[in-house]
């Protein structure tokens, strides 16, 4: 098989299997919609804002929903880079506006995107209703989106300059823990999972990242 092949392989894959994702997450949220899912992570780099992208993109191809990306992670933002997209709205028009002037819409593939405030470096740690005015946008996403997923800052270490995810998962219908293979020590999946299942998080799913299965030559 020539490296090209391989890739090609390789990407099919990823693609059937974040499907097969889509689909067990509508399963385990019993096909309810509007709904709301929180993808976060144990610890930061493992590549939950990239999955986050690629889930919503699926969920819109399969046709079935309209989906919404909601990026929290105003911390560390990265779901713009994800679409190659600049950050462009402000914190004060974030504030101020309502979720259908906020979203950068892509009606062509049902699938719309708040990025992070253009600004969000001046904002740490972040003053004022913080939680309120997610509670509010993600409301409002879900009156007109059916399913809106929602990427946040990792749960560990605890950081009072993000947007916390375990607070997150309380304006939420489902919370998935993405773990990257050979990079997450398991006290720290433990931990955060201990840390969700408090808090009355509804953890419906782990996945993992970047996992390889043997390749067995014929």
């Known amino acids: 098989m020539s490296n090209l092949e391989g890739r090609q392989r390789q990407a099919l894959g990823q693609i059937v299997e974040i499907k097969r994702i889509s689909h067990a997450i509508d399963h385990a949220l019993q096909g309810r919609t509007p709904a709301a899912v929180l993808v976060t992570s144990a610890i930061h780099g493992e590549g939950k804002s990239l999955f986050a ?9 399969l046709g079935k929903h309209r989906v919404a990306v909601l990026d929290f992670n105003w911390y560390r933002p990265s779901v713009h880079r994800c679409f190659d ?3 462009h709205q402000s914190m004060e028009s974030i504030i101020q506006a309502d979720i259908d002037e906020l979203m ?20 740490s740690p972040m003053n004022g209703d913080v939680f309120g005015l997610i509670n509010r946008l ?8 059916d399913l809106v997923i929602v990427d946040s800052a990792s749960i560990l270490p605890t950081n009072r300059m993000m947007i ?11 919370v998935i823990l993405v773990i990257q293979t050979g990079v997450t020590p398991k006290q720290d999946v433990k931990h955060a999972y201990t ?5 009355g998080a ?4 782990v996945t993992i990242n970047q996992h390889r299965v043997p390749f067995i030559k014929q």
């Open 202 to 205: 509804n953890v419906i799913g």
């Open 85 to 87: 997209q600049p950050l």
């Open 104 to 123: 950068i819409k892509r009606d062509d593939q049902g699938l719309d995107l708040l990025f992070a405030p253009l600004d969000y470096q001046h904002h």
């Open 195 to 199: 840390i969700m299942q408090a808090a």
């Open 164 to 174: 916390d995810p375990v607070m997150l998962s309380a304006m939420v219908d489902g």
């Open 138 to 145: 993600i409301k409002q996403a879900k009156q007109s989106y």
């Open 53 to 61: 992208s690629a889930l919503a993109t699926a969920t819109a191809n």
